[in-house]
């Protein structure tokens, strides 16, 4: 059975797709056969993170009108031959994508597919509202600071309510928190709020803490997803984002600054 | 108002409001002794509403116009507002002259402290028994009072609002912001309340986690409604319309377990120790 995750945040600019990218990597370096689709309709950045917007021919309102196969459509990684990249149209908008259309083409990629990740719009509108809909998990992307964490609660409500499983009165979407863009110095000085402070709020389970890091932005310039990155922390603060979300039991780093341990492993470099 | 639209809103309440009990079906006499009796008291029984109860007359098996009888009352200034006791027949006499009909369900083994009550109520509200002393002395015998009782629409009120089952509406999960949550009863909520989320209810309200977002009692009027909370954070508490913003909550009993009420249109927040 295929497993389908949305990324998702409600807030803009948090990293939804630096997390797809990294994920759907991960995911498919472990040996799943992963795609990584890209719901921002209008807005295709994905292809960019993920080094493969040269070779986009068909993207998914194509697949979803019909003028293309979804073989056609999918763009196979060239990091790892178990990931493969469905875009977006950038000439459309969110008005393109119906429900009928995204069940038909997700259900068609269940049949080959391991892990299907939904890289979700901002917003909460028809986009983000079928990006989420077949999801039966969610990594809701969360910054430390108020807002974000308000937008994540929002996202939460609508999973709980509005999701194909709770219309169903299924068994509820799975809801991880990944926390992005923390710096565990500036939660010291109390410039941004602390995991407790966010998990007051949220209480999800915590899938892992990306630490803010240079090297996401290098990462995403240069089409290569971060958790290939094996130097940096971010890299691999999301190699154990994958490791648990595969069931493997790793103790949380990143949250204080005190473990200097990687750091001074890795001459400071965040 | 906060959760109702502009242009109107529903509210239930109780009001208590005389029965006339009628032992006989001479008009005249019915007529003669309200007059007698609103004279006494002209300011009382001035457009007095009133609800005519013919439960002695049907057991006595009188024949009576419904229809007579509440343009009598309407002639000297009273204002019928409903029957109860009526045969089938009388109440759609009164339901065509738009008087709404009491269709309770007492059963005949209740007769006695009904009439009990009634009497109480009627004393309550300062009403006595105008046509007593006309009481007509015929035989009640059992087949009779055995019609009366299937024919009889008995009262369990002393109200014209039926009372309505108090309902509790539990709730397990989180409640999310921008989420909203409407119990006709009381609420019960086990988990958090998110800011921007809303819960409201009829009745009480009991949140046994930390409660962020707004939370509304006693929404249709119920001013004897409370909210209770393990952590009072809310960005807005009301109750029966009553409200207090986060803004005028003091700081000592934020982030504490309180208990919200009414008490003379004031809230009130207190520690629960």
Known sequence: MARIIVVTSGKGGVGKTTTSAAIAMGLAKKGHKTAVIDFDVGLRNLDLIMGCERRVVYDFINVINGEASINQALIRDKNCNQLYILPASQTRDKDALTLEGVGRVLEE???????????????????ANLALYFADDAFVVTNPEVSSVRDSDRMLGILASKSRRAE??????????????????????????????????????????????????????????????????????????????????????????????????????? | MLNSSSVLEFKSTTFFTPILILNTNDIAAIEQTLQEKISMAPDFFKHSPLVIDVRELNKSELDFSVTEIVETLRRIGLFPIGLRGGTEQQNSQAQKLSIPVDAGRDHDAGAAA???????????????????????????????????????????????????????????????????????????????????????????????????????????????????????????????????????????IQKKPVQIYLQDHALIINEIA
């Open chain 2, 114 to 252: 009904q009439h009990d009550r009634r009497a109480a109520v009627a004393t309550d509200a300062g009403a006595e028994n105008p046509a007593a002393e006309s009481m007509n002395g015929e035989d009640k015998s059992p087949k009779a009072a055995a019609t009366a009782a299937s024919a009889t629409a008995g009262l369990t009120a002393q109200s014209a609002v039926p009372v309505q089952p108090v309902r509790t509406m539990l709730v397990t999960q989180p409640v999310r912001s921008g989420q909203r949550i409407y119990a006709p009863g009381d609420l019960v909520v086990m988990s958090q309340v998110s800011a921007g989320a809303e819960i409201m209810a009829e009745g009480n309200i009991h949140v046994y986690n930390t409660l962020r977002g707004r939370a509304l009692a006693g929404v249709q009027g119920n001013t004897s409604a409370r909210i209770f909370c393990l952590d009072l954070q809310a960005e807005l508490v009301s109750i029966a319309g009553d409200y207090k913003t986060s803004e005028h909550i003091t700081k000592a």
């Open chain 1, 109 to 127: 990629l269940a049949k080959e597919f391991k892990y299907i990740v939904c890289d979700s719009p901002a917003g909460i509108e028809k986009g």
């Open chain 1, 168 to 270: 169903r009165n299924e068994e509820p979407v799975r809801e991880y928190l990944l926390l992005t863009r923390y710096d565990p110095n500036r939660v010291k000085s109390g410039e941004m709020l602390g995991l407790d402070d966010v998990q007051d709020i949220l209480s999800l389970q915590l899938l892992g803490i990306i630490p803010e890091s240079k090297s996401v932005l290098t990462a995403s310039n240069a089409g290569i997803p971060v958790i290939l990155d094996e130097k940096s922390e971010a890299g691999l603060a999301y190699q154990d984002v994958v490791a648990r979300y595969l069931g493997e039991d790793r103790p949380h780093r990143f949250i204080d600054d005190k473990k200097g341990f990687f750091r001074k492993l890795f001459g400071g470099r965040l």
